[in-house]
């Protein structure tokens, strides 16, 4: 499932085709996707400029001139992808419609913004602009992983006393939002702390330095366009390609990357989810 970079890399992508750019028509193809689409989304979205298109968490927020605000998540294999920009960023030619075509924006400038989602994980929904940090996905949120309001003392007190192990807290979207698997490993790694120890048990400084890590670790990816594993695609189609930057995640068997380190890439299952991990440095 694309992580936060992965998403804020589609949203840097459809600002310039949507941002101050008003819906002349929304072509909705089915009735849902993970859930039930709002009534009448077409309808309520036709004829909309969208004011500013914003990020939080996992989530693509385009807020409307008609006072409501669209909610886009993308799931496991969800696709936003700009056609026809006249600002000359993506590629000009619109493509046939596919089978999974499900939502499809018609841009007054003549882009086309299209939600192509095979496996239907993802989502949408319209919700009034003011007071929207109480739609029930986004109320239970805690801070932005690159905003203000995560820092050192946050994370000191968020896992006071917590016996889960330090994977999970980081994953824990109250704790952090939009933080998923591959991030967490790799911040993990550079902090040189294994995913399983228990949050509660690691000392403070360790904790506050795990605050900037995570940050740069976010901000490579970003720059980097994301990573691609298996579906995800920039707004123009591209590839990302952070995953060639992975010091740990899928590299299981590889040597370290730490130098002098002679440990080699272990995998355990946590939750369900693999971490990646060198037994050697990381304590």
Avoid at 4 to 9: A, K
Avoid at 27 to 39: H, I, Q, T
Avoid at 42 to 53: C, F
Avoid at 142 to 160: I, K
Wanted: aromatic residues 6%.
């Amino acid at each position: 499932m694309p992580e936060l970079p992965e998403v804020e890399t589609v949203r840097r992508g459809l600002t310039p085709a949507m941002q101050g750019v008003r819906i002349a028509k929304a072509e909705v193809n089915r009735p849902d996707l993970r859930w039930p689409f709002p009534a009448d989304m077409g309808a309520r979205l036709s004829g909309q400029r969208v004011e500013q298109l914003r990020r939080r968490s996992k989530y693509i927020l385009a807020d409307l001139s008609s006072g409501e605000t669209l909610l886009i998540h993308l799931g496991m294999s969800g696709r936003m992808l700009v056609s026809g920009d006249p600002l000359g960023q993506f590629v000009h030619d619109h493509p046939a419609p596919e089978k999974h075509d499900h939502v499809v924006l018609h841009m007054e400038n003549g882009a086309r913004i299209t939600f192509n989602d095979p496996r239907r994980f993802g989502a949408m929904d319209l919700m009034p602009t003011q007071g929207a940090e109480h739609h029930k996905l986004l109320s239970v949120l805690g801070p932005e992983p690159l905003g203000n309001d995560f820092h050192e003392a946050h994370l000191v007190e968020a896992f006071r006393g917590k016996m889960s192990p330090i994977k999970s807290a980081l994953l824990d979207q109250k704790i952090v939002a939009g933080l998923g698997n591959i991030y967490v490993c790799e911040a993990l790694y550079r902090a040189k702390i294994r995913p399983t120890r228990k949050a509660g048990r690691i000392s403070a400084p360790r904790v506050a330095g795990l605050v900037p890590i995570i940050r740069a670790v976010l901000s490579e990816a970003i720059e980097a366009g994301g990573s691609s594993l298996r579906d995800f695609r920039q707004a123009d189609g591209e590839l990302g390609y952070f995953q060639h930057n992975f010091d740990v995640y899928g590299r299981e068997g590889a040597p370290c990357r730490t130098p002098e380190c002679p440990g080699v890439i272990g995998r355990i299952v946590q939750s369900g989810r693999s971490s990646f991990f060198c037994a050697q440095c990381q304590r």
